[in-house]
């Protein structure tokens, strides 16, 4: 059963990541259209989809997975898990903010530039390198 749940949780990883990269790029090409536009009207629904059918399904399963991992695999006094999940907590953290912007593209009331959601791209790459890092060489 574990290595099962392992595939899962790769699996979900994999697709949370795919959309935690893609979003905020929508949100470069968003912040390009006209407010009621039917471009931004588009982007609107790409970006609540995109969120609701892939991004927070494929969080919630990273979770439970990786929970089980660490219970199963007797992980939770492994220091390299503590930074693990230290770097997971921020990855959950800018999940949350995605939905936030995402809500505020919703209601026509972004107040960020293209310059702003093109570096913010960036940290969801930066955590889940260090997080594949601590998996898997375990550096500590």
């Given at each position: 059963?574990?290595e099962w749940?392992?595939?899962l949780?790769?699996?979900?990883?994999?697709a949370?990541?795919?959309?935690m990269?893609?979003?905020?790029r929508?949100?470069?090409?968003h912040?390009?259209a006209e407010?009621?536009?039917?471009?931004?009207?588009?982007?609107?629904?790409m970006?609540?989809?995109?969120?609701k059918a892939?991004i927070?399904?494929a969080?919630?399963?990273s979770w439970?997975?990786?929970?089980?991992?660490?219970?199963?695999?007797?992980?939770?006094?492994?220091?390299?898990?503590?930074?693990k999940?230290?770097?997971?907590?921020a990855m959950?953290?800018?999940h949350?903010?995605?939905?936030?912007?995402?809500r505020?593209?919703?209601?026509?009331?972004?107040?960020?530039?293209?310059?702003?959601?093109r570096i913010?791209?960036e940290?969801?790459?930066?955590?889940?390198?260090?997080?594949v890092?601590?998996v898997?060489?375990?550096?500590?």
């Amino acid at each position: 059963m574990y290595e099962w749940i392992k595939a899962l949780h790769v699996i979900a990883v994999i697709a949370w990541m795919a959309g935690m990269l893609y979003l905020p790029r929508l949100f470069v090409y968003h912040c390009e259209a006209e407010a009621g536009s039917k471009q931004s009207e588009t982007f609107k629904v790409m970006e609540r989809r995109l969120l609701k059918a892939i991004i927070n399904p494929a969080m919630i399963l990273s979770w439970l997975a990786g929970l089980y991992l660490a219970w199963a695999g007797h992980w939770f006094s492994a220091p390299w898990l503590h930074a693990k999940l230290l770097l997971v907590v921020a990855m959950s953290a800018m999940h949350g903010f995605l939905v936030r912007w995402t809500r505020d593209f919703a209601a026509d009331r972004n107040v960020h530039e293209q310059k702003f959601y093109r570096i913010i791209n960036e940290i969801p790459a930066v955590l889940m390198a260090g997080i594949v890092i601590l998996v898997v060489v375990k550096p500590f």
